[in-house]
């Protein structure tokens, strides 16, 4: 059997890899960005090396809002990932790819055209990102409920949108799934508004502001008390975290401050640690009094200015927030939990109660702290008492679709089911697409 | 856009109100408000801050600099079409989603298919909007009459006129 490549070609991650191995070989973002100082564009895998200077680098992807509107970026910067980071012929491979859900025919069409007439692989087959997260569920856990009743919800917060789709044996229901507009890009995009509106203009800065969102963002369990806790000043404001911004000469990426601050919030989501914690601050409290400069210096209340920084407080947690609530940002669309609801009601009612106990959590905005805490505490008022709820967060929310397909490219039927480049030839794209069933 | 229609509802009550014809202007332009939102929500999508014009391959642009003068001799209007520009012309932006979704033409097919349009969450049932101060981002009781805006106190009220007030609309 000649090797598979597996290829989940989300909106702002490639997952690339041969097919039957664990992780994937690259892991690398689906854009192009251009240095302030140079003309080249960077493709892929250079954007992540450490010592190229992305501020204010300008960005090219190959999706918008979730689909893919530029094919012949998206093949350049296939090519690149295939010659220099999988080191693959692809006459001599097939392609196991994941579209999103409701792909436009004039794009199933234009991705066909890349994949069998610029890079000639021999077959192809395409499949939706739900069924592989079940595939990859069901087979870690032969025993679980997963894979007895063979359906699952998987709730994929992706770059661009959030999907939840039931799936069952293998199928995602597509008349039950459900969008809401709001994906990782979106929150972004808000942190780098309110932070240039509230301190430091950040405008031209994703790459950054992709980084502070990552390390800095959670989900709040409690909001108004901790919009309480925000509003204090200095000490007893667990959530204000500081954030040092690239100078250029000593340094080109942005970094924390304190590694330890954005965690100082902790105690109030865990009891446990919260005794530990108070007896800590008043430790703290001892020690401080007579070291000011060092009092301040912990405080953070202090932003020095001749150093570009910037702090965060409330910002940390009313960013992700908006993926429960997006009618706060004026998107007339119901949350995440109301988003799981209307979904699995929409399927039959004998599968509402396996649904319910089997919600998969997937994609890289579900990593924010607390995310399925937060989502249970949503989505319990809306389940009748009478169903269990259960969340998962997979163990790798990035890496779980692709970790799907390398399962099915492995599998002994993978061959029959993938399109082959002479049926294409012979059929056309259109016809050849029925055989997937989506 | 929920705020608006209640908004609206709230004034039609039996009471007359006198108020100046430039606040009357002001409130009464809910399409500038509704406009600001939609754009707000369209940056979010957004790759760049500043839209790019169309780019060329490195070698083109080097290339295009000597032309530039030669643009410059031409009043404005009658800019000579070099070759490279009638390349460019050719070598068309790719189209935005959007634009993609209105040519699949997607309300032609019958309603038990399910598509992208279908696919989409709908409106929230119960849930109020929650409203947060634009300035400091703590819950706000007052709206700004002017353009809209949300602001908690007194002094996020001056912070939102000197910097943010109708800046957006405009």
């Known amino acids: ?438 | 856009m929920d705020e608006e229609t209640s908004n609206s509802a709230r004034r039609m009550s039996m009471r007359t109100r006198k108020i100046a014809p430039k606040m009357a202007a002001a409130l009464a332009s809910s399409d500038n408000r509704t406009q600001a939102m939609l754009s707000r929500l369209d940056a979010l999508e957004s790759d760049n801050a500043v839209v790019e014009p169309q780019l060329l391959d490195d070698d083109d642009e080097a290339s295009l600099d000597d032309e530039d003068q030669v643009f410059h001799k031409y009043p404005k209007g009658t800019k000579r079409k070099t070759r490279q520009a009638k390349a460019l012309e050719n070598k068309r932006a790719p189209k935005s989603f959007l634009e993609l979704l209105n040519e699949a033409n997607l309300e032609s097919l019958p309603p038990h298919v399910p598509t992208y349009l279908r696919a989409a969450v709908g409106p929230p049932s119960s849930i109020a909007r929650r409203h947060f101060c634009t300035v400091c981002g703590f819950s706000s009781t007052y709206t700004c009459v002017q353009c809209g805006m949300r602001f908690c106190s007194i002094k996020c009220r001056t912070i939102h006129n000197d910097t943010r007030c109708l800046k957006f609309v405009a």
């Open chain 1, 1 to 438: 059997m000649s090797n598979v490549v597996v290829l989940d070609n989300g909106a702002g991650v490639i997952k690339a890899g041969i097919g039957g191995e664990r992780d994937p070989t690259a892991i690398v973002p689906n854009s192009m960005g251009r240095p302030l100082s140079s003309k080249k564009w960077l493709m892929a895998d250079q954007l992540l090396s450490p010592d190229v200077d992305l501020t204010s680098a300008t960005a090219r992807r190959p999706f918008d809002r979730g689909y893919l509107i530029n094919p012949d970026l998206q093949s350049s910067i296939w090519s690149h990932i295939f010659s220099n980071l999988l080191k693959i012929t692809p006459s001599h491979s097939s392609l196991l790819l994941t579209e999103p859900l409701f792909n436009l025919p004039s794009i199933q069409r234009s991705i066909d055209e890349i994949v069998f007439e610029d890079f000639n692989f021999k077959a192809l087959y395409v499949s939706d990102s739900p069924s592989l997260v079940h595939l990859y569920e069901a087979s870690r856990r032969p025993y679980g409920l997963v894979s007895k009743a063979q359906c699952s919800l998987v709730v994929d917060c992706g770059f661009s949108f959030t999907h939840a789709s039931p799936v069952f044996q293998n199928f995602t229901l597509n008349y039950a799934v459900k969008r809401l507009d709001l994906g990782g890009k979106a929150l972004s995009n808000y942190l780098k508004e309110l932070v240039s509106y509230r301190s430091v203009n950040l405008m031209d800065e994703s790459f950054l502001m992709d980084h502070v969102k990552e390390e800095l963002c959670f989900v709040s369990l409690d909001l108004p008390r901790d919009l309480q806790i925000a509003r204090k000043p200095g000490k007893d404001n667990l959530f204000r975290c500081t954030y040092v911004l690239p100078d250029g000469i000593t340094h080109t990426k942005g970094f924390l401050k304190d590694p330890e601050e954005p965690k100082r919030y902790l105690p109030l989501y865990d009891e446990a640690l919260q005794q530990v914690a108070e007896e800590q601050i008043d430790m703290d409290r001892l020690e401080n009094t007579d070291n000011s400069e060092d009092r301040n210096r912990r405080n953070g209340s202090k932003i020095d200015l001749t150093k570009n920084e910037f702090g965060l407080t409330n910002e940390r947690f009313l960013v992700p927030e908006m993926m429960f609530r997006p009618a706060d940002l004026g998107l007339n669309q119901a949350g995440l939990a109301e988003c799981i609801h209307r979904a699995i009601s929409s399927c039959h009612s004998h599968l509402h109660p396996v649904l319910y106990e089997s919600i998969i959590l997937t994609g890289g905005s579900t990593l924010f702290p607390h995310f399925a805490k937060r989502l249970e505490m949503d989505l319990r008022p809306l389940v009748p008492d009478k169903y269990r709820l259960k969340i998962t967060t997979q163990e790798d929310p990035i890496l779980g679709v692709w970790r799907g397909g390398s399962l099915l490219a492995s599998s002994p039927d993978f061959d029959a089911m993938c399109i082959t480049k002479a049926e294409y030839e012979e059929l056309g794209s259109a016809r050849c697409r029925k055989r997937f069933f989506h």
